[in-house]
């Protein structure tokens, strides 16, 4: 819930008009908003009344918002346009370039770029009431979003902190990323004419059937079998927006033809844990995620690592952890629970697979250091530590399965914690 300060609206106001134009920066923004439910907010204004800011901020909320991944650019929205009369000037602010390495007086908000993108749209045009000329023709001078090469931004770019429009050209640019995997060398063989082994069985039976004599070697080579991909993503308060990136690169991989998986599962926890498995499979973009969405109730709730993993190894493992499973863990972890609990888990989860990654969009902050109890508990038993919050981090799993040999982060963590 956001502070809320003595309310203020722009000068000489009127409020449907002022309504209007926020509703237009939500739609903007992403919100599924139409005149239907501008009318439903008016109408719900007039009959809540207008003495308490908190009022007003609910009235709205239940007006305008209808999913949990809305809430947080809401409240950006509203925090942006309805704390200063003089919004623009402070939406201005808000479009300086939030790319890695640069330092701004406070760190930004999530959300708070595609809210103060969204309220600046058609500015020089349609201003509320109570805009000034001077902030109308100020808006022409900043385009923050074309000061660099935008893939070259893009590939750096924190996801939390990317516009609705760079969401938009990130997620293109992750469906065209591929995750290879090397294939495994079983222990079990097949018949290769052009094989480095000997079958003697073959060979003997085949000297049977010609009365003992020994035509020649029948030559074997082993087979190869591809691996799963099990991803367990992280979808509370914290993680939303990285999670939903991840799963569209997920999406993208299990629908790849020739990339060697066997099988590619995924599964969303907060609270709990869901599979959305099945919805990966269906080829639009969209309508996958929007299904996994709605099966996953826990959407920006709380986090309970230890427990979720704990249904995983028992309702799970076994049935998609065969053939050498690698697993990607997405989380920061922050877990509420047990830290005795979460390291008994992430242990079973690790003899369990081939390989565990770890993804933790924390790793963004220069000098991270493992302080939080759930993450020193799972540090331990992760193959690899890297940070997953941009495209260039993702592009960077493909270097961690090529490599199994680097821990990314994991060795000067756990000197920091010895």
């Not at 300060?5 to 000489?12: R, S, T």
């Not at 909320?61 to 809430?71: D, K, L, Q, T, W």
């Amino acid at each position: 819930m956001p502070e809320f300060l003595p309310l203020e609206i722009p000068d000489a106001p009127k409020l449907t008009h002022n309504i209007i134009w926020f509703a237009r920066a939500l739609r903007k923004a992403g919100l599924p908003i139409g005149p239907g439910r501008v009318i439903d907010a008016v109408r719900a204004v007039e009959v809540a009344g207008f003495s308490s800011k908190a009022d007003f901020y609910w009235t709205l909320h239940a007006c305008f918002v209808s999913r949990p991944e809305h809430r947080t650019v809401f409240a950006q929205v509203f925090r942006l346009y309805w704390r200063d009369p003089r919004f623009l000037e402070h939406m201005m602010s808000m479009m300086l370039p939030a790319v890695r390495g640069v330092q701004e007086e406070r760190a930004g908000q999530a959300a708070e770029k595609r809210a103060a993108e969204a309220l600046l749209d058609g500015a020089d045009q349609a201003l509320p009431e109570g805009g000034d000329q001077e902030e109308q023709g100020t808006s022409i001078d900043i385009d923050a979003s074309m000061t660099m090469s935008n893939e070259e931004k893009l590939r750096t770019l924190d996801f939390e902190q990317m516009s609705t429009d760079e969401i938009a050209q990130a997620k293109r640019m992750l469906a065209r990323l591929k995750l290879p995997v090397q294939p495994i060398v079983s222990r079990r063989t097949r018949h290769d004419p052009s094989g480095a082994g000997i079958d003697w069985q073959a060979t003997m039976r085949q000297s049977m059937r010609q009365g003992g004599d020994l035509s020649g070697f029948v030559r074997k080579s082993r087979r190869l079998r591809w691996p799963n991909l099990v991803v367990i993503c992280d979808i509370s308060g914290s993680m939303s927006q990285y999670s939903r990136m991840v799963l569209h690169f997920l999406h993208a991989v299990a629908n790849q033809k020739g990339a060697g998986w066997a099988k590619v599962y995924g599964f969303t926890f907060g609270t709990r844990l869901t599979n959305i498995s099945r919805h990966l499979a269906t080829k639009d973009v969209d309508a996958a995620l929007a299904a996994a969405g709605a099966e996953a109730q826990d959407w920006e709730g709380g986090t309970r690592i230890g427990d979720c993993l704990h249904s995983f190894n028992r309702d799970w493992s076994r049935r998609v952890m065969g053939q050498g499973a690698v697993v990607l863990l997405i989380t920061d972890g922050l877990d509420r629970g047990s830290p005795e609990d979460l390291a008994k888990a992430m242990q079973r989860l690790n003899m369990s697979s081939r390989r565990l990654i770890w993804l933790n969009p924390l790793l963004r902050w220069e000098g991270f250091a493992a302080k939080a109890q759930g993450i020193r508990a799972m540090l331990p038993y992760v193959d690899r530590f890297q940070a997953g919050h941009s495209i260039a981090s993702i592009e960077a799993l493909a270097e961690a399965l090529a490599r199994p040999d680097e821990v990314g982060e994991k060795s000067r963590l756990l000197q920091d914690i010895q």
